[in-house]
């Protein structure tokens, strides 16, 4: 990584929002941690979009970045032959999306991965020159070949790592499964990849497969979704860059440090989305340990810490963990930079009210996290013929997206499911759902709405 430039450091904040009482042996201790990043400079945290975005982007703005933009190629992007030629407009717009100064590159993906433009492993600098030259090289892309993502990503990772810059950041695009390499050859690119550069993925049509893409965005902290309908892409793809242009600050880790005694349960992101952050934990001397949130912007996210604390009697307190935002120096050379701090406590009582009583942060997260892992089970059970499971699942999917107010993701469920009463979660399977709407739902059941203040 290059060395980093504190101009470019937004201000972080935390806060905690939790019950700290527990009954006697009470031991469980959960606690939100939001976490909010302002004044980075970027945008200040409004997209340019439209009139608003100038049609050169301002030299200078925002901290160095590259991004490299990974485009299926395979002979599936040539049916309908549109998909083609709406993945080369997307590309182009995303192109033209790149303020001056940005790295970039673009890169064609079939069994192999190929430089359409600049080539012979460089990187171009975003200029008036560079994006009419890289759009005039999408011209040139065909269909053609199978799909193997993992070379694709392999070939972004080393263009990437020769930039000396702060923000290194990927756009993936595919049509189909990832059927001419095994699903340990990608893992083994995700896992060569993870950390380096986050990558946004998206899938385009109905023929890939979600599992796969949602694999690619959490693996590289990106965001993941699907464009059914390839027209939509150019527009997909301008906020995608917008988002990337829009970034502050890079590696930045949530490091959580432990008494002696207390058990780290799991740590995961619960909103904007669902994100598993508990086995993604590297050391960090003793009793504390880093889990990834990749890039920031202007923006806040919500994290769930939940600790298991040793028992205690009436009237005890302790501090059950402490959480830092760190920011790592890049060269290794000096310590990192703590951006702010938020503490977990426990405190035992014998007051029932207080102890029983459960935060609605706390209650809020727990049911969105429950939401995004009946959604998968319910559509599993519905592929694999197991319609009375799949009806109880997105019955308590559509009852929890309704108590909670994700009117989002009720919506996609409408599609799936006939709700006979959202409140209770009786529902019926649809007989017949289209392809687009199943996968909808599948790829975007990780959205959160943040709760109600």
Known sequence: MANFSKSHVPQFSVEVYQNAYLPEGGREVNAIVTVTSTGGGTTGGVPLTGAARPSTPTPGRGPAAAVVIMVDCSGS????????????????????????????????????????????????????????????????????????????????????GAADVEIRHGILLTDGRNEHESPDDLRAALDACAGRFTCDARGVGTDWEVKEVTAISSALLGTADIVADPAGLAADFTRMMEDAMGKEVA?????????????????????????????????????????????????????????????????QEMLAARVSLILPDPSGAAAPQTLSQGLVRAVWTDDMAASTSINPQVAHYTGQAELAQVIQQGLDARKSGDFDGATAKLGRAVQLASASGNEDTAKL???????????TGTVRLKAKVAEADEMTLETRSTKTVRVKK
């Not at 960090?284 to 298991?308: F, I, K, L, N």
């Not at 799936?416 to 409140?423: E, K, N, R, T």
């Open 77 to 160: 992007m040539d049916y309908p032959p549109t998909k083609m030629r709406n993945a080369r407009d997307a590309t182009a717009a995303a192109i033209d999306t790149l303020r001056d100064g940005t790295s970039f590159a673009v890169v064609g993906g079939t069994h192999i991965a190929k430089e359409v433009y600049p080539g012979n492993g460089r990187l171009a600098v975003a200029d008036p020159q560079t994006r009419a030259q890289a759009k005039e090289a999408l011209r040139r892309l065909g269909a053609g070949g199978g799909t193997a993502i993992g070379t694709w990503l392999r070939l972004a990772d080393r263009l990437l």
């Open 251 to 315: 590696d930045v880790a949530l490091r959580l440090w432990t008494p002696v005694g207390v058990e780290i349960k799991f740590v995961k992101q619960v909103a904007p989305t669902v994100a598993e952050l508990t086995d993604r934990r590297t050391g960090a001397g003793p009793r504390a340990g880093d889990y990834p949130t990749g890039s920031w912007g202007d923006e806040s996210r919500d994290y769930h810490v939940c600790v298991q604390v040793p028992e205690a009697g009436i009237g």
């Open 413 to 423: 469920l409408s599609k799936v499911v006939d709700v006979v009463d959202a409140a």
